[in-house]
């Protein structure tokens, strides 16, 4: 369907390009909305009439209701959008992190204290194999 | 005339806003990071810029999805801190400078970069949490800013390479405005991270360092590291160094380094900070 970018073979990544911008733009814009409190309260009164104004397809809003983070990212969410849904869940920046990798706030935070991810076999697609 | 007396580079990693803003700027975690920036504080109060040029992208907070500048130049009286999500920040208003800005925004076209004017625009922590790594939280900011935010959240951000060039266009322009004003410029964001995916919490320290060092005495060359580069090696945000060139592209080729900070974590991201002074 679309070609091949030279950044598909870096792991664990979905590069929000104009492809994966185009595909999110309702789920991002639903997302955006929750910066605003009114918008939060009307969220939180009736969630399923609040994200049917934004004309999202029945997967992005399925990822979105059921807090699906990594899977938002691939149908074309970006992070500083979906972060504003993990915020009014109550969710911050790293506590998101530790759900995406699937460590956990505690273990990732002791990651990150440590020093990080290290770029070594993290690179490439194909240093994940063994995984 | 107008004239660049410095630069400085710095992380706005949101965490560092939410420290400050509640106090908490001294315990284990945060106390090393706001101590990195004690020579700063001190620095930039003998330095006393008139202005400072702040380079900077916003979070989807003034611009949404509908609207994405690549360049876009505040040309505002002033600029209300926004709500993200969880409250403005409670930090004074950011004041601009609207004659310079007007000055800036018509040299920049005229020299060829058809940057977005900004008459209205809220700012996020991209461009308050560096003035309280560099001031603190005074009642007020010391002077007035002119807000440059960059397009780095959808990909393709412009290359390193453009950022440098509209520095140098951002000098020009700042050179031959008619008034006295001492103008420090801040390329702010970084260092390496990425907060998405399963790849999030990467960290770099090895590339960030090269970076910084190739930013400081070989940015012809260092303007040229590729985006794919940036991806994969500084993580899916740490792309957003390229801003770095800008105000790199603003100071004279040959600068001195008078401050440089590293340190890692702030949250999910390596917090990098250097000083320049043109010579």
Redesign the interface.
Known sequence: MTESK??DD?????????DQ?AR??HL??FC?S???QPNRDAFKADPETYIDQYPMSAEQREAALNQQW?RM?ELGG????T??LA??HGIN??E??GL???MGSTS?RK???D?????DG??YKSEWQDK | MAYVSSGVACSHVPALGVASDSGNTTDDYYGPIFQGFDFSKEWIAKEKPDVIFLVYNDHCTAFDARVIPTFALGCAAEYQPADEGWGPRPVPVVKGHQRLSAHIAQSLVLDEFDITIMNEMEVDHGLTVPLTMMFGQPDAWPCPVVPLAVNVVQYPAPLGRRCYALGQSIRKAIDSFPDDLKVCVFGTGGMSHQLQHQRAGLINSEWDDRFMNLLVNEPDKGCNIDHIEYLREAGSEGIELVMWYVMRGAMNKKVEEIHRFYHVPASNTAVGHLILENR
């Open positions: 030279p950044y870096i792991p664990g990544t979905v590069v929000f390009d104009s911008a999110g733009y991002n814009q955006i929750l910066r605003l990594n990212l970006n992070i500083y959008y972060a504003k915020a009014y920046f790293q998101l992190a995406m990798t699937g990732y990651m990150m204290v020093g990080g991810r290290s770029i993290n690179r």
